[in-house]
């Protein structure tokens, strides 16, 4: 399937920018940003040459934009980056505030980590005034203006006098009722959002939980066309989950010099098996709960100490929020009291990193591990569980039944992250499982994952999008 775009510009809208510029000794120099939206849509605007609008926090963002902002990415032959400039009260309000102290833990059913602050509710709607603005003073009548995630709900509702085609897509979960309610102002949240043509979830309870949250705002909702009916506008609410670069993965797990890298990251643990797991900081991601099923592990098969090595990486992330601060406190605890516990002579059960280090220093881990733990409380899809089985052909993944991702692999060994014992019972079913059975499971998930990579996943959201309008 190629991108229908039929002639119309794209102009992208996300809190994440495709690329950075960073001062290098004496010179700016411009990066790539790893990562889903990057990795899916580059490739798509340097061909189609749309525009992206996007948050500009690189150190040197604003020193090669012209006076409206804007730049061409990644070179005069690319598309137009335009960068929002926000102000460090925005920032403090509009990201670590709404965005990641109530849309996140309320998208994500962690209600009592929410803080309801008026102020950070009126520098969200600042600042998604602030983004439509920006996007109205770029509109051409036929652009197609695609919105991306939780920062910006309420960017649809600003646009809505344009009369622009606009979609949002939401990367985490949406969900049930009884937590949405939660938020004060969860009515214009909704009307924001319900102003977009087309909606889009990586699952279908996602899906559900949002038709039903807009039935509970007085909308008419039709369930089984998964329409809603709003002050005289249709919205059309689709699951389209998002994929990886299959192909550049494939690719890599061919390459002889990956494949060495890999070797050496595991002989240099050495130890039989490895298991292994890479998070963002964030409590979605059930850091803790991982180390009690691996506390619980050796305390039940203490036969795997000196053989069994457990290496996480953590990426910090919203280092602003002290809740952050204090969950890294207590995984460092626990890490401490795990190695305490269970080493001996050279051994540690857990080696711990946290930093984020560039994609070519995280993916040979991939490769190195027997076993890669995915214990996410909750997740909207999980990339690095796809990213894994994309390397491997001989690797199991243990998958919390809990993220999205859990919903497309079934080939995964699945497990409730909440559930310690069963965790450390299928840590020890996943290193036991015979090779034969290792390759099947492979296989089932390479197909799957090569079918829905994230060109599919582009391409089959452009074609729902222009067909709910159409
Ligand atoms: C949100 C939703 C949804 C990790 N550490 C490093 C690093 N990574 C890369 C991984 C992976 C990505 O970051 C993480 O993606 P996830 O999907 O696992 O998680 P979120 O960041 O929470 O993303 C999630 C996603 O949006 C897409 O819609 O799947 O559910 O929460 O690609 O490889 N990359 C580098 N250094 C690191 O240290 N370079």
């Known amino acids: 399937m190629e991108a229908e775009l039929e002639g119309k510009r794209l102009v992208l809208v996300s809190n994440g920018e495709p690329y950075k510029h960073v001062y290098q000794n004496q010179n700016i120099e411009i990066e790539k940003l790893a990562g889903g939206l990057t990795t899916g849509l580059d ?71 929410a803080n309801f602050k008026k102020e950070y509710w009126q520098s969200y709607q600042k600042v998604n005034k602030k983004y439509a603005e920006s996007i109205k003073e770029e509109l051409h009548s036929d652009d197609l203006v695609w919105i991306h995630d939780y920062h910006l709900a309420l960017v649809p509702g600003f646009l809505s006098e344009s009369n622009a085609k606009t979609s949002l897509f939401w990367h985490i979960p949406w969900p049930a009722w009884e937590a949405f309610r939660t938020i004060p102002w969860r009515q214009k949240i909704l009307e924001g959002m319900l102003a977009s043509d087309f909606i889009a979830f990586h699952t279908d309870l996602f899906v559900f939980n949002f038709l039903s949250c807009a039935k509970k705002i007085g909308a008419k909702v039709d369930f089984s066309a998964r329409e809603v009916f709003y002050q005289g506008s249709k919205t059309k609410v689709e699951s389209v989950p998002l994929g990886i670069d299959y192909q550049r993965f494939n690719n890599l797990a061919q390459d002889d010099d990956y494949l060495a890298e890999a070797e050496a990251v595991k002989a240099s643990y050495d130890t039989e098996k490895l298991i292994f797991a890479v998070d963002r900081l964030d409590y979605t991601k059930g850091i803790e709960e991982r180390l009690k099923g691996i506390d619980k592990f050796f305390e039940k098969y203490p036969e795997y100490k000196g053989k069994v090595t457990f290496v996480q990486r953590v990426a910090p992330s919203r280092t602003g929020i002290e809740e952050y601060q204090q969950m890294k406190e207590r995984i460092e605890k626990k890490i401490a009291e795990i190695n ?41 899809m999980n990339l ?87």
């Open 384 to 470: 690095v569980a796809k990213e894994y089985l994309a390397v491997q052909d001989s690797g199991v993944l243990l998958l919390s039944e809990f993220a999205g991702a859990a919903e497309y692999l079934d080939s995964a060994l699945k497990v409730n992250p909440y559930n310690t014992e069963a965790l450390a019972d299928s840590i020890y079913q996943g290193l036991e499982m015979p090779e034969t059975e290792k390759k099947k499971r492979l296989q089932k998930a390479e197909a799957d994952l090569k079918e829905y990579d994230i060109n599919w996943w582009r391409d089959y959201f452009l074609k729902k999008w222009v067909e709910s309008y159409e």
């Open 43 to 113: 490739p798509m605007m340097q061909k189609d040459k749309g525009l992206w609008i996007a948050w500009g926090r690189g150190e040197a963002d604003f020193e090669v934009v012209d006076q409206n902002n804007k730049v061409k990415v990644p070179d005069a032959e690319g598309y137009t980056l335009k960068r929002i400039k926000l102000s460090k009260e925005e920032k403090n309000g509009f990201y670590y505030g709404f965005a990641n102290e109530v849309m996140w833990p309320i998208s994500h059913t962690f209600i009592s980590k």
């Open 340 to 380: 305490g516990k269970y080493q001996k002579d050279q051994w540690a059960p857990v080696k711990y990193f946290y930093g984020s280090v560039p994609q070519a220093e995280l993916l040979p881990y991939y490769k190195a591990a027997d076993l890669a733990l995915i214990t996410a409380l909750i997740d909207g």
